[in-house]
């Protein structure tokens, strides 16, 4: 088996963060464009196939809504030359925008989830090509 660099698994890492960050930025190109082409994700029931259903998917997300995802428990192994099985964990924060300028009221945690990615290498660059999550806690 190929070993994982740590040049790849930061980059990886990164990948992922940008998802997360996409999703709370509201900046569904951001997330999209971590996926590779013909990346799939499995989100809310439904496979999403490619960039273009992924943002549009994405970019139908309430506006109003206040999110952060909390990304922690990285484990990325190489299961072949240019590719890399990832799983974390996300915990996930939910709330209404605030008609001020205060910030959203901070409530409990919605959910904490296990992601499970496959990564390839593309163009010197890891992106995701399939995704899924099953949510673990919930309220």
Known sequence: MTTLRAEDYIQCQMTLFNVARGLDTHDP?????????????????????????IAAALASRDPLV??????SNLVCEMSGPDTINATCTVVTYKSRASDTDEPAALEQPVS???????????????????????RILAI
């Open 66 to 71: 206040v999110t952060r995802h909390i990304t």
């Open 29 to 53: 190109s951001l997330a999209a464009t971590q996926f590779s082409e013909h990346g799939t994700w499995t989100w809310k029931g439904r496979d999403l196939h490619g960039r273009k259903s």
């Open 112 to 134: 904490i989830l296990d992601y499970n990615d496959t990564l390839v290498r593309e163009a010197s660059r890891w992106l995701i090509i399939q995704r899924s999550s099953m």
